[in-house]
């Protein structure tokens, strides 16, 4: 699982009908203290998670597994939206949030 | 599997349901000799690990079977607190214990 910040919405007119309904993002990976790791996913959204909100997407094969997105073409799921990390070397708690 | 050392955690309050009442804990992969290896990954508890433990946890589809049969979407699972590692040239791994 990666931790990442939503940075976008992809809409798509035609797409598989099991994907109907589906919200899909754009996010950018973080690492735990809060930089820019460079990478992008486009991942469905299972929590209502919003713009600019850092997140745990999981992905691969396990992404299917996420509440929704069962039997359906995803390999990348936003399945929770972070409040903090906290990591033991460090005082501070990297947070997130809405900015 | 790949040895790790948790290093921090994560608060999510909205999440899937799946993972309600799960750790996840943040986690630097090591090789056997105890050094870091590669970034930090973002994995689920099965087993109560605690902060500074060394680990082995596992990646990919085969994450969620730690749970199994319930279909959690994870892909990195920590499955083991790790007591010794035996490699020639010795290793410098601690064993896994809170301090």
């Known amino acids: 699982m990666l931790l990442a910040r939503v940075v976008g919405t992809v809409v798509a007119t035609r797409k598989d009908p099991r994907l109907e309904g589906k919200k899909l993002l754009v996010v950018k990976t973080v690492t735990p203290d809060g930089k820019d790791d460079g990478n992008y996913f486009v991942a469905v959204d299972t929590v209502e998670a919003g713009f600019r909100e850092t997140v745990l997407i999981v992905t691969g094969g396990s992404a299917r597994m996420a509440a929704e997105c069962k039997d359906r073409p995803v390999d990348t799921a936003i399945i929770g939206i972070v409040d903090t990390v906290r990591l033991d070397d460090e005082k501070a708690v990297v947070a997130s949030a809405r900015k | ?99």
Request: proline letters at 9%; glycine letters at 14%.
């Open chain 2, 1 to 99: 599997m790949y040895l790790g050392k948790v290093i921090g955690t994560v608060v999510c309050t909205a999440k899937n349901p799946v993972l309600e009442g799960k750790k996840i804990l943040v986690v630097q992969p090591l090789d056997p000799q105890g050094r870091p290896s590669g970034k930090p990954v973002i994995a689920l508890d099965s087993v109560g690990a605690g902060a500074g433990e060394t680990i082995y946890w596992c990646r990919g589809r085969e994450a969620s079977f730690a749970w199994y049969p319930a279909e959690v979407p994870t892909e990195a699972t920590i499955v083991a607190i790790v007591d010794r590692v035996n490699v020639p040239g010795g290793s410098k791994l601690e064993p896994g214990g809170r301090k």
